[in-house]
């Protein structure tokens, strides 16, 4: 039982390009989530799932893509990356009855 | 969403009791209170959950008054190690959406 994993730890971009990062649980939980932080920050909401098939915008949605075709992955895609998009990106899943949430331990992204 | 209030910061001593007060005004009557812990480089990590009065577990003691405007985390004698960031966050059934906050950044000291 490996929890959240997420892929990959770290990465380095130029300005334009484009990346998926990829979420994977094996806990069966309905719920994940893309997190967002910067130094000193807390943690931001960037898209979230509530099952296979839907998606839906957090609170700093602009610039991010995802999508959800499997209930154990969730992709996070940048389609035309920019230096304020270095960040440490997280990712969490839960249970839909239970308000616990489970983290993954983080993509480190850095955008030139 | 239930805002949350907490202390940007805080020092204490190996050893000692530490209790982290986070303020919830606006707390729905369905709205549990939980809090995290995140070390540098990592995710956060869940603590302790509660709805009211006093939950307690292996890692901490969380403190909800009747009116439950409010919940205090309790860290019984601190180490080293308990030098993270605690998030409280405040969220009931059915919530798509979390907003952490800037969380109480802990720094035990020897």
């Known amino acids: 039982n490996a929890g959240v994993t997420q892929t990959p730890k770290f990465r380095v971009l130029k300005t334009g390009q484009s990346m998926t990062l990829l979420c994977a649980q094996d806990m069966n939980h309905e719920y994940m989530y893309w997190y967002r932080q910067d130094p000193g920050m807390g943690l931001r909401l960037i898209h979230y799932s509530v099952g296979e098939g839907t998606t839906a915008k957090g609170e700093v949605p602009d610039g991010y893509n995802v999508s959800r075709l499997k209930k154990q992955n969730f992709l996070l895609g940048l389609e035309s990356a920019a230096p304020s998009q270095t960040s440490v990106y997280f990712c969490a899943s839960r249970k839909t009855s239970v308000e616990t949430q489970y983290f993954g331990p983080g993509t480190r992204l850095l955008v030139l | 969403l239930a805002k949350t209030t907490q202390p940007i910061s805080m020092d204490s001593y190996e050893g000692q009791e530490v209790n982290i007060t986070c303020s919830h005004n606006?707390?729905?009557?369905?709205?549990?209170i939980t809090w995290y812990q995140q070390f540098p480089s990592q995710g956060p990590r869940f603590i302790i959950q509660g709805y009211k009065t006093k939950v307690t577990n292996e890692v901490a003691s969380l403190f909800i008054p009747a009116d439950r405007k409010s919940s205090t985390l309790s860290l019984p004698r601190v180490s080293l190690s308990d030098t993270a960031v605690y998030y409280c966050?405040?969220?009931?059934?059915?919530?798509?959406?979390?907003?952490f906050g800037t969380g109480t950044r802990l720094k035990v000291l020897a």
């Open positions: 966050l405040v969220a009931g059934p059915g919530t798509y959406k979390y907003i």
């Open positions: 606006n707390i729905a009557t369905n709205d549990y």
